[in-house]
């Protein structure tokens, strides 16, 4: 499990993709492992599917980093199954997804400078290869 941002100057390492995807999903509010499969799919257009050995193994990972934490707030019961647990993001979750969504966004931005990414790609359509 990377390690979380610190006031150090080393940036934390890259999270896991599984791990981005979580934080990402909780990050608009408390979720159901389910619940949080759907939005990643979501989220991602369908690009990531993750399955519940993926799901569960990073959350047990991420409970215990402190990046999340089970939830005590419960829906109505008519409304929901009382054996879901949900989940929620952490203060020091929501830092560390931040700061991996910058090293992204620092990435994109070089992506798009070097022409891999926009309108202006490096190679278009009916160039030959």
Same mark, same amino acid.
């Given at each position: 499990?990377?390690?979380?941002?610190?006031?150090?100057?080393?940036?934390p390492?890259?999270?896991?993709?599984?791990t981005?995807?979580?934080?990402?999903?909780?990050?608009?509010?408390?979720?159901?492992?389910?619940?949080?499969? #759907?939005?990643?799919?979501?989220?991602?257009?369908?690009?990531?599917?993750?399955?519940?050995?993926?799901?569960?193994?990073?959350?047990?990972?991420?409970?215990?980093?402190?990046?999340?934490?089970?939830?005590?707030?419960?829906?109505?019961?008519?409304?929901?199954?009382? #054996?879901? #647990?949900?989940?929620?993001i952490?203060?020091?979750?929501?830092?560390t997804?931040?700061?991996?969504?910058?090293?992204?966004?620092?990435?994109?931005?070089?992506?798009?400078?070097?022409?891999?990414l926009?309108?202006?790609?490096?190679v278009?359509?009916?160039?030959?290869?």
């Amino acid at each position: 499990m990377p390690r979380p941002p610190d006031a150090g100057t080393n940036p934390p390492p890259p999270l896991t993709p599984a791990t981005f995807h979580i934080l990402l999903a909780l990050a608009a509010g408390e979720l159901h492992g389910y619940a949080i499969m #759907r939005e990643v799919a979501i989220l991602s257009d369908g690009r990531v599917s993750m399955g519940p050995g993926t799901l569960y193994g990073s959350i047990k990972e991420m409970l215990a980093a402190g990046l999340i934490e089970e939830s005590d707030q419960r829906p109505d019961p008519e409304l929901d199954d009382e #054996r879901r #647990r949900y989940y929620r993001i952490t203060e020091l979750g929501r830092r560390t997804v931040v700061a991996e969504a910058e090293r992204l966004s620092l990435l994109v931005r070089e992506a798009r400078q070097r022409r891999l990414l926009g309108p202006d790609r490096g190679v278009q359509l009916g160039d030959a290869g």
